[in-house]
């Protein structure tokens, strides 16, 4: 399979906690970016980050990129509970299809 | 607003019944893409599309068809639907590639 892979599948935090997701994926990417979907709606883009990028932050998210070890992480800062959502990471390629290759999400559940 | 528009939103049909599920994107994007998305499989890519009468096969385009024709709409055609093309499905642009996917809310269809 060509997808990433995420972890935690499942968390569950309070309110005003930090919430981190690690993502995995499989070949050499141009940019890795991260979604957001609220049940049965559709996905909302959080933040590219370029392969040439460690780091970037966008307000309360805070992404890493490791491409030597071909991972990223996404951490939420100071969470509410409008944050409760699942959050999937999707890596670009080189091909100039477009296409995004998404991991299988993680589920937060933020607790007011 | 900026937005993409799927329709129908929800729809149970029956097996060989042929049905289109348009998109339709005002943002003047370039690309645009189709993703079926299932539980425990994640996204996946149907189709896309990077210009004007350019359409190719994504991942699992067995079943399916595409058009485009005009730069704003890109529908998705089941000639004779069966029941494993059940699925919430997404379409999506982008302004360039590879870049940021810009999602519509999702059509969820049921095959009996």
């Known amino acids: 399979s060509q997808q990433g892979e995420e972890d935690p599948q499942a968390l569950s935090i309070q309110e005003g906690e930090n919430a981190t997701m690690n993502c995995s994926y499989k070949?050499?990417?141009?940019?890795l970016q991260w979604y957001r979907q609220n049940s049965g709606r559709g996905l909302v883009h959080l933040i590219l980050?370029?392969?040439?990028?460690r780091e970037k932050h966008s307000g309360r998210l805070r992404v890493t990129l490791d491409t030597s070890k071909k991972s990223s992480s996404l951490l939420i800062t100071a969470s509410r509970a409008a944050d409760t959502a699942s959050y999937f990471c999707a890596s670009s390629g080189w091909s100039n299809t477009g296409k995004l290759i998404f991991g299988q999400g993680t589920t937060l559940q933020v607790k007011p | 607003e900026a937005q993409v528009t799927q329709n129908p939103r929800y729809l149970i049909t029956v097996t060989g019944k042929k049905l289109t599920v348009t998109c339709s994107q005002n943002?003047?994007?370039?690309?645009m893409s189709w993703y079926r998305q299932d539980p425990g499989l994640g996204l996946r890519q149907i189709y896309y599309?990077?210009?004007?009468?350019?359409?190719d096969k994504g991942d699992v385009p067995e079943g399916y068809k595409v058009s485009r024709k005009e730069k704003r709409n890109f529908p998705l055609i089941l000639e004779s639907p069966s029941p494993n093309q059940t699925s919430l499905y997404f379409c999506a642009s982008s302004f360039q590639v590879p870049g940021e996917l810009f999602f519509g809310e999702g059509s969820r269809l049921t095959v009996l």
């Open positions: 980050i370029r392969s040439n990028e």
């Open positions: 943002m003047n994007h370039e690309y």
């Open positions: 070949t050499s990417i141009n940019n």
């Open positions: 599309s990077m210009n004007v009468e350019v359409t």
